[in-house]
């Protein structure tokens, strides 16, 4: 669906050389076939490398210069990991909880444009539910093309969240599928704390963006619904069921 923002800012968003670099990877819906499925402790592997390429990360001072960032498509490939930066991956996974990010004032992706129809919806994933937020990983939904059930995810943030994931039964593994992506703005927790003034995270590589939900139907726990052929439904299609089971 065609929003707002895609009449005034496109896929570069603005700002430097190196903020644009990284604003296009962000905006970038057309990453290629095959999907590969992740786990998040391949993020945290693939975050491990960074370091090797001489990479800087860890606030937008850092962000990769243009012609650095190629060095982010296969970062691990001698250890077996063959996805990287643009890869299309697949992560199951238990929301912990989602918001709106940057409302006060934007972020130079899309165009520093403040209010929740323009930014990003930033949902934290964790390997179980009611996981430690330095044990998760991000998935961030962009304001460009978003689907209007998908709203839904950015209201399971404070003291209701746990109640609105159990109504709309999300409480229970979901699928995303996307673009996999280093965002070099952020720094990874350390000894289970976030760096100041960063979200809590366990690597800053991020689904980013999310192209497809899907919610697991085929069970409750992570081992079901992370099998090879798992049973699930689209979420916006989950969400108009009367009834689930």
């Known amino acids: 669906m065609r ?19 990284q604003n296009q990877v962000k905006n970038n819906l057309c990453a290629p076939q095959p999907v590969t499925t992740l786990d998040i402790s391949t993020l945290e592997t693939l975050q491990g490398d960074v370091p090797a390429l001489g990479i800087q990360f860890g606030s ?13 498509r296969h970062p691990n490939v001698a250890n077996g990991i063959v996805v990287g930066e643009g890869s299309l991956v697949q992560l199951v ?17 899309n165009c520093s444009i403040a209010g929740e129809p ?13 996981a430690p937020a330095c044990e998760s990983v991000t998935a961030e939904i962009i304001p460009h093309f978003r689907p ?12 209701n969240a746990t109640a609105m994931l159990t ?13 996999l992506m280093f965002d070099a703005s952020h ?6 704390h976030p760096a100041s003034n960063a979200p809590a995270r366990a690597s800053s590589w991020e689904i980013h963006p999310v192209y497809q939900i899907d919610v697991c139907n085929a069970g409750t726990s ?10 699930s439904t689209r979420l916006d299609q989950w969400l108009k069921q009367p009834t689930r089971e």
């Open 3 to 21: 929003r707002g923002i895609d009449d005034i800012c496109g896929p570069d968003g603005i700002g430097s050389s190196n903020s644009i670099a």
């Open 148 to 159: 209007e059930p998908w709203l839904v995810l950015a209201t399971l943030e404070g003291p």
């Open 93 to 109: 996974g238990f929301v912990l909880n989602g918001h709106f990010s940057n409302v006060q004032d934007g972020e130079e992706v």
């Open 187 to 192: 720094m990874p927790c350390a000894n289970g």
């Open 167 to 179: 109504s709309l039964r999300l409480d229970r593994p979901l699928r995303f599928t996307g673009q």
């Open 60 to 72: 937008p001072q850092t962000i990769p210069t243009p012609d650095q960032r190629p060095k982010l």
């Open 222 to 231: 992570l081992p079901e619904c992370a099998a090879d052929a798992p049973v």
């Open 118 to 130: 323009m930014n990003d919806i930033h949902i934290a994933v964790g390997a179980a539910l009611g």
